[in-house]
């Protein structure tokens, strides 16, 4: 979900209903494949009818195991009803003990709620990969890419490899933007799904922006400078 939310706006993704959907037939987009927008409603929706204890805007920051004596969550509290089934009442007043083979005490910068079991799926969108050289802190650069409209008819160069910096530099090459992508050219001629290229439903439409000349393909060495007006790169050739 955090995905497509950060997914630029208005914009279609690449993948088939059937990669989406919960249940076959349920996701009913108006083209072949659907919008974020759509996507988000969709998910939106199944959270809704289905009743979900879904937390947004909470951050997890501590997972431990726990056994023995526990704090009883109070009755208004967000944990109280995910708690309750692993808590055997007795004892003091606002304790209760845990079964035998205890459970997870998940801590949030809001809350803390006990589980059975924890699942991480924290994606990688939220920790994104940093060049580490100078000028990368300023205020012109992204590291996330949201929409492509305030890049038209502007230069927009584009650093990575993989999948997500070519849909970014395929969707503001459409939308009008002078686009450059600086790739390693070993990233640009992998074609192995296993080697995190560049998925094909994406590597095709950018070669033929690349025919018409509506996107600029740099092989990169590395990433020197960024300056407020332009971006010093060294190509493979050094």
Not at 37 to 50: A, I, K, Q
């Amino acid at each position: 979900g955090n995905t497509i939310y950060n997914y630029p706006v208005g914009l279609t993704v690449f993948s088939t209903t059937n990669e989406l959907e919960f249940f076959d037939g349920e996701l009913k987009p108006a083209r072949e494949k659907p919008t974020r927008e759509e996507l988000l409603s969709y998910y939106v929706r199944f959270v809704l009818d289905n009743e979900l204890n879904v937390r947004t805007e909470e951050k997890v920051v501590e997972v431990d195991r726990v056994f023995g004596e526990f704090t009883v969550p109070s009755a208004d509290h967000p944990a109280a009803e995910a708690s309750a089934p692993l808590l055997k009442p007795g004892g003091e007043s606002g304790h209760a003990s845990l079964d035998n083979e205890g459970c997870f005490r998940v801590v949030t910068d809001k809350s803390e709620y006990l589980s059975r079991n924890v699942l991480f799926a924290i994606g990688a969108m939220d920790y994104p990969r940093k060049l580490n050289v100078p000028g990368e802190d300023l205020p012109k650069v992204r590291d996330h890419f949201h929409e492509t409209y305030p890049w038209v008819k502007k230069h927009a160069l584009i650093v990575g490899g993989g999948n997500s910096a070519g849909e970014a530099a395929l969707f503001l090459a459409q939308e009008g933007a002078e686009t450059t992508l600086a790739i390693f050219r070993s990233d640009w001629e992998n074609n192995d799904p296993k080697q995190g290229c560049i998925k094909y439903w994406v590597k095709q439409p950018l070669e033929e922006e690349l025919n018409e000349h509506c996107l600029k393909l740099f092989f990169l060495g590395k990433v020197i400078e960024i300056r407020e007006k332009e971006v010093e790169l060294e190509s493979e050739n050094g």
